[in-house]
């Protein structure tokens, strides 16, 4: 039997459109290094890509899909989460 595909809505565009703002691989490079304490020459800026970015946040979120977003109550909620501290990062540090 196969699995059904989930279909992305409003959460899963904002989710794409977010993985393809340079400034939020800034902001994952930066806390990258932040967490793991790591120096800009072990992890220079722009380090992340669109791909990384998608699979760190489907990874934060436990999702295996970015559609899954507009599903998953729990997912949505993380992905809320980590646009509200990005969007208070991208205040300070732009």
């Known amino acids: 039997?196969?699995?059904?595909?989930?279909?992305?809505?409003?959460?899963?565009?904002?989710?794409?459109?977010?993985?393809?703002?340079?400034?939020?691989r800034l902001y994952l490079d930066r806390r990258r290094r932040?967490?793991?304490?790591?120096?800009?020459?072990?992890?220079?800026?722009?380090t992340h890509n669109?791909?990384?970015?998608?699979?760190?946040?489907?990874?934060?979120?436990?999702?295996?899909?970015?559609?899954e977003l507009d599903h998953d109550h729990r997912a949505a909620g993380i992905f809320k989460g980590i646009r509200q501290r990005y969007g208070r990062w991208r205040a300070r540090a732009l």
């Open 34 to 46: 932040y967490k793991h304490g790591m120096t800009e020459s072990q992890l220079p800026d722009g």
């Open 50 to 67: 669109e791909q990384d970015a998608r699979d760190w946040l489907c990874a934060a979120c436990g999702i295996q899909s970015r559609a």
């Open 1 to 24: 039997m196969r699995a059904e595909r989930v279909k992305g809505g409003p959460l899963a565009r904002q989710a794409a459109m977010l993985c393809q703002d340079p400034a939020f």
